[in-house]
């Protein structure tokens, strides 16, 4: 066993970070951003598709201690069809099967490292699948946030108490 202390890790996880591209600051060393993927690739239409996560993991089972961090963005795939080599597949990601439990386990892991009175943000698109759907298969019930007609982006937030 080392003596040496853990590194400290920031105050905000950001567990499936694709290409970081909801963020104004994509190298803040507030956010700790993870994926399971890392690629940098050309898109079928000539854009690139940087995917540069600081630890590559998966979100249902995340290699931190309970309680790590106080802010915790949870943007998983939200697509559960096109083909699979498409670009949006590749920029987004897509649901398995089972999507329910996939995202059951994913959201349970991000609450697990989240600091008691911290906040989760929930981030979907309805798509495929709708909001209310979703949010049926966690076991914690949001607090507040957008639900305007049309807006392709929901951005839900979560207290933990």
């Known amino acids: 066993m080392s003596n040496r202390p853990s590194p400290r890790l920031p105050g ?4 499936c970070c694709g290409s970081k591209m909801m963020y104004f600051q994509k190298d803040s060393p507030d956010v700790l951003f993870c994926d399971k993927r890392s690629t940098d690739e050309t898109l079928c239409d000539g ?10 993991c998966d979100f249902r089972d995340l290699p ?6 106080w802010h915790v963005v949870f943007d998983p795939p939200h697509l559960t069809s096109s083909g699979q080599g498409s670009w949006i597949i590749k920029k987004y990601g897509k649901l398995p099967k089972e999507w329910q439990e996939y995202l059951r386990r ?20 309805e798509e495929d699948i709708n909001l209310d ?3 049926q298969c966690f076991p914690e019930r949001p607090l507040y946030g957008n ?8 951005f839900i937030v979560f207290v933990k108490n």
């Open 106 to 125: 994913g959201f349970e892991e991000c609450w697990r490292v989240l600091k008691e009175h911290g906040t989760l943000v929930f981030k979907w698109s």
């Open 133 to 135: 759907t979703v949010l």
């Open 64 to 69: 931190f201690p309970d309680k790590s961090f």
């Open 47 to 56: 854009r690139n598709l940087s995917i540069r996560p600081d630890i590559q």
């Open 147 to 154: 639900r305007a007609r049309g807006d392709r982006q929901i």
């Open 12 to 15: 905000v996880l950001d567990p």
